[in-house]
């Protein structure tokens, strides 16, 4: 039951109307066909209406939905039954067939070319370049037998006249690896004769349509297919057909296929040569019979590669062995025109055969080794020339057809009936026998050895003397008198629409159609002298004498008897049915929309009816719980029952559907499609429901499973993060472990890039380490070094970058002047000065002594001595015993300025503006004036040049200039204030 098509489209398969009837199969046929579903079922059998107009349902997007479904899961389709057939092979490794049949312009051979398609379509998908050559080739090979095959008809204007059943090959992979073609009884008469408003095969218009002019010079013929007698019937019709594309794209496959050059170049000959031969016309010149038109012959004799003289006496004369003797027989000019006529049906059908032979050399699957590759599988498929029915009567050839149809309807229903009752057997159901139209009656009626039609034929065929078609009529009607489906006007004299002497009727199963005997004979025989043979055979043409491998016999050498073409046709739909019997069978049915009301219709009722005797729906319990088990609580969402037959028990009895099943061993069977659709509709309702809780479910799958991703991320993320920390901390472990014990403490020791998150952690780091290792070098120090360290720390800090020698490297007394060793002569008296300032003004400490040399206000130079204590900065004599001239408490000095260079000029700034600006005199050990800046107080303390200053308020400046012949820095005055000259070099 196929899903996703609601009713409004009527009943998409057919078994599932709730009245077999005729009006009911029609009225819904017909709304599914108005509402564009052409396709339906009559349970696995597809039934297709030509819609006639071209249909948007066999792209990429409908070939996908119905890649690898079952058949019910998608709505009626040819993919349907394609896929399934496909699946049976690839799964299943059964070889499988699919049978099209209709009458003629129904849909066969487009629904082969749909199925052929699909089946490449889904094939492959690996994209190996031999399988995509191999398709290519089975998809071309249409191309080519519809140009030689087909012809405009009053039905179709493409129909297939010539059977055709290809079977795939494929691998065990499932990809199809070669082809083969059977052709069946191609309807040769056409190539002389066509019925008013048809044509001849496509490939004679195709050629003088579509061949360029210099083609058509070399062929001896000219574009106007009303200059041919063969074929003028056909071509003074319109017609939608383009010969002229059609042309070209048939050249275009024969090339890609693999005919080579010479062998279209042969085929287009043979065309013409055909063409050729209708015009040719004999007459009479007393005993002797010629031809009219003697040009042609040179023509024929280039077309046909051979001598001019060898074409008219196989025109004209027939050899004849008797016994030993050999003689040349000339034609009456009946029997030169039904030699000529016999050649030119003889040599296309024999170059069609040609042509699906070649193609068969192709496609064939080479290099496969069953043993190595698996067993090769087929799918074979059948479009075969449909029943014809028509007012007028048909001939040979309409009586082969559909004795062909009646042989595949036979098949059908045994295989239908077949499957049916071995379903039920195996599923355990009685059988009940149905009653059906069995058609095994006419098919005898035909093919029955000694009693059948072809019998009689073949024996009437047989008779020395005077055979004539009336003499097979008479034959008919006196072993077939009694026949049901067999009349004649002899046997029913009042019947008027048949002719005596002429007509027969056979009441097919399709319905009755009139036979006319006249030609039967001649078909049957279908006599070609051998002369023909061995006029073809001796061409120099390589190609075309291997169309005719007979004519090598020589007319002396004694043949069989060849076999009819009715036995011949009749062997083959023999072996036709026996292969197809022996494959998985899946049917495709073509219906004419317009012509709906043709008995044709009777057999598929016929089959519904096989469907429909018992039961309409069944399934196997698993998929049927599959489908409904969402409508009872017993099965949803899953039965805890001891079988799926036990649970789909409890299902229909809880619905109250008890009655109108049946228990399989492995399926269910409902009886009435009622049960099945009130089942469908119920569901319906529930899988509404359904949808909305699996769309819930799903988010909450979709929020749950992003969630876990993210969170994953995250521990991921930190992890990494934990380890990048934790290398980063024991890289620097590892660098700084055995700090304690270098030289330097560690100082040169590189410290690692830490990642982002550490780099504060980094700088407190380093910050600890240095205040580590700071303290590693200053806890070792005395309380002196430490006093001295500090002054350079405070000198350090306020000079760093701005001035060029800070004397770091050397020790910083401060005291300069108690230095006995620098000072050995006044050591002690500054000794003993300092000693009572220090009592008069208490003071803790002496920061720095030192002689200086000064400048005063009076711009007088003179030499001086600056002691700073921790409270005073006391200036002295030094000439006079270091006699205290001046104290200026510490909190008066407000700042110190020096200059950039390396001279020793200092600047004590007062609040009181008297500024002392001095400089240094070196002794052995440099010293500056910075003890002051380790006290607690702040100094401002300035570096520039030149140094700004105030002497007794007035403002001053004071720069420090090199001079050669200078020995010792002394203070001169300059314009805006003072020089210190300095010793340069
Ligand atoms: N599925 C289809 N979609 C569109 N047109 C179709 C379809 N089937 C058949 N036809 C039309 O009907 C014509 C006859 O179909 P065809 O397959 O040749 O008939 P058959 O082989 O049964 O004699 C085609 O040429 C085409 O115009
Ligand atoms: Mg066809």
Redesign the pocket.
Known sequence: MAEHESLEFGKADFVLLDNVSMDEFMANLKLRFEKGR?YSYIGEVVV?V??????NIYGRDVIEQYKGRELYERPPHLFAIADAAYKAMKRRNKDTCIVIS??????????SK?IMQYIAAITNPNQRAEVERVKNMLLKSNCVLEAFGNAKTN??????RFGKYMDINFDFKGDPIGGHINNYLLEKSRVIVQQEGERSFHSFYQLLKGAPDSLLRSLHIQKDPKAYNYIKVGGQIKSGINDNADFKAVADAMKVIGFTGDEIQTVYKILATILLLGNLSFGVDGDVTLIENTKLVSALKDLLSTKEENVEKAMLYRTVATGRDVIEKQHTVKEANYGRDALAKAIYERMFCWIVGRINDIIEVKNYDAKVHGKNTVIGVL?IY?FEISKTTGFFEQFCINYCNEKLQQLFIQLVLKQEQEEYQREGIPWKHIDYFNNQIIVDLVEQQHKGIFSILDEACMNVGKVTDEVFLQGLNTKLAKHAHFTSRKLAPTDKTLEFDRDFRIRHYAGDVAYSVVGFIDKNKDTLFQDFKRLLYNSSNPVLRGMWPEGKLRITEVTKRPLTAATLFKNSMISLVENLASKEPYYVR?IKPNEVKSPLLFERHANVRVRRAGFAYRQTYPRFLQRYKMISEFTWPNHDLASDKAAVKSLLKSCGFEHDVAYGNTKVFIRTPRTLFSLEEQRADMVKRIVLFLQKVWRGTLARMRYRRMRAALIILRAYRRYKVKSYIKDVNRRFKNVKNMKDYGRHVKWPTPPKVLRRFEEALRSIYNRWWAWTLIKSLSPEERLQVRAKVAGFEVLKGHRTDLGLQRSWEGNYLVSEWDYPDTASSFTLISGELQRRDKFMRVLFSCNVRKINRFNKSEDRTVLITDRHLYKMDPTKQYKPMKSIPLYNVTGVSVSPGKDQLVVFHTKDNRDLVVCLQVTKSLTNPFFLCSEKRKLQVNVASPIQCSMNGRKCSIVVEPKINQSAPDFTKSRSGYILSVPGN
């Open positions: 052409i297709s030509n819609p006639y107009r071209a249909m209709g009458e003629s312009g129904a849909g066969k051979t487009e629904a749909y039905r179709n204007d493409n129909s297939s479009d449909g073509c």
